[in-house]
């Protein structure tokens, strides 16, 4: 019998419709094997995240998105499927804000975070909702897709964006030490036992999109990070099984990084079942 890959949007708050929109479109592109499809799940309870074999966080207000996870009994679920069964999983804006170990300029108990990424996030470093803008980003790991050599840049939407300020060291628990920091948050420690542990292997973070122009609060990072000079805002990063973005793919009609990700998803579950 044939089983269809479930897909989820976390739909408790935010841009969740949108991202489902362009999840149909990208579906008609990627392509699954043994007569297998997509289907997209709009995910508010427990058993329809544990349907699914890859979710997206939308934008929209992150603290508000963690209250309800919170009321809806959720939290532990979604950071058991991140940091325990290391499913798929990618977040924009306030999702990207939800899936850091570290979050700075928030109020001691005012967010709980999910974690899956080594970074800390910096909330709302791009301004005000009226110093929202839109600007041309150049993605490398979507023109290594192309295949001719082509650049072509997408579209990033920033509403009151965060960014990645810091790239965290690797470590299996939490991040104490910037635990310690005024302002800031940490994710709680969520690990794999037993034989699941054992299989699991603790990647890097990868940057895959900047900004030009570098950071203010990355120059100190710059020459430790092994970047060059001209690194800028990190507005994107992927460790293992987790995605970030700051920008809002899902308010384009742009499906490309929609594309990408599910066959990240796909990819994922080819090699889990090839080491079974």
Same mark, same amino acid.
């Given at each position: 019998?044939?089983?269809? &890959?479930?897909?989820?949007?976390?739909?408790?708050?935010?841009?969740?419709?949108?991202?489902?929109? /362009?999840?149909?479109?990208?579906?008609?592109?990627?392509? /699954?094997?043994?007569?297998?499809?997509?289907?997209?799940?709009?995910?508010?309870?427990?058993?329809?995240?544990?349907?699914?074999?890859?979710?997206?966080?939308?934008?929209?207000?992150?603290?508000?998105?963690?209250?309800?996870?919170?009321?809806?009994?959720?939290?532990?679920?979604?950071?058991?499927?991140?940091?325990?069964?290391?499913?798929?999983?990618?977040?924009?804006?306030?999702?990207?804000?939800?899936?850091?170990?570290?979050?700075?300029?928030?109020?001691?108990?005012?967010?709980?975070?999910? %974690?899956? /990424?080594?970074?800390?996030?910096?909330?709302?470093?791009?301004?005000?909702?009226?110093?929202?803008?839109?600007?041309?980003?150049?993605?490398?790991?979507?023109?290594?897709?192309? %295949?001719?050599?082509?650049?072509?840049?997408?579209?990033?939407?920033?509403?009151?964006?965060?960014?990645?300020?810091?790239? /965290?060291?690797?470590?299996?628990?939490?991040?104490? %030490?910037?635990?310690?920091?005024?302002?800031?948050?940490?994710?709680?420690?969520?690990?794999?036992?037993?034989?699941?542990?054992?299989?699991?292997?603790?990647?890097?973070?990868?940057?895959?999109?900047?900004?030009?122009?570098?950071?203010?609060?990355?120059?100190?990072?710059?020459?430790?990070?092994?970047?060059?000079?001209?690194?800028?805002? &990190?507005?994107?990063?992927?460790?293992?099984?987790?995605?970030?973005?700051?920008?809002?793919?899902?308010?384009?009609? !742009?499906?490309?990084?929609?594309?990408?990700?599910?066959?990240?998803?796909?990819?994922?579950? !080819?090699?889990?079942?090839?080491?079974?």
């Amino acid at each position: 019998m044939t089983t269809d &890959i479930a897909v989820g949007v976390l739909a408790l708050q935010g841009a969740f419709y949108e991202h489902v929109k /362009l999840l149909r479109q990208a579906a008609t592109e990627v392509a /699954l094997k043994n007569g297998q499809r997509w289907e997209f799940v709009e995910v508010r309870t427990t058993q329809e995240l544990e349907r699914c074999e890859g979710l997206i966080i939308p934008g929209g207000e992150s603290t508000t998105v963690s209250l309800v996870a919170a009321r809806s009994n959720m939290l532990e679920p979604l950071r058991n499927f991140v940091k325990v069964h290391r499913k798929s999983t990618w977040g924009t804006c306030a999702g990207l804000i939800l899936l850091a170990e570290s979050a700075n300029r928030t109020k001691k108990g005012g967010q709980d975070l999910i %974690g899956g /990424l080594d970074v800390r996030v910096n909330r709302n470093y791009f301004g005000r909702q009226t110093e929202s803008f839109e600007t041309p980003l150049a993605l490398p790991f979507l023109n290594s897709r192309n %295949g001719d050599g082509r650049n072509d840049t997408f579209n990033g939407i920033f509403i009151r964006a965060p960014v990645v300020e810091k790239l /965290l060291p690797v470590v299996q628990g939490e991040q104490t %030490g910037e635990g310690a920091l005024d302002e800031t948050v940490i994710a709680p420690a969520k690990e794999a036992e037993g034989e699941r542990a054992k299989k699991q292997v603790l990647r890097p973070v990868e940057v895959m999109a900047t900004l030009p122009g570098r950071s203010r609060t990355l120059r100190g990072e710059v020459a430790a990070l092994g970047m060059a000079d001209e690194v800028g805002d &990190i507005v994107a990063v992927k460790q293992g099984n987790v995605f970030g973005t700051s920008f809002h793919p899902e308010l384009t009609e !742009d499906a490309r990084i929609h594309v990408w990700w599910l066959e990240q998803v796909r990819d994922l579950l !080819d090699n889990q079942d090839q080491h079974r």
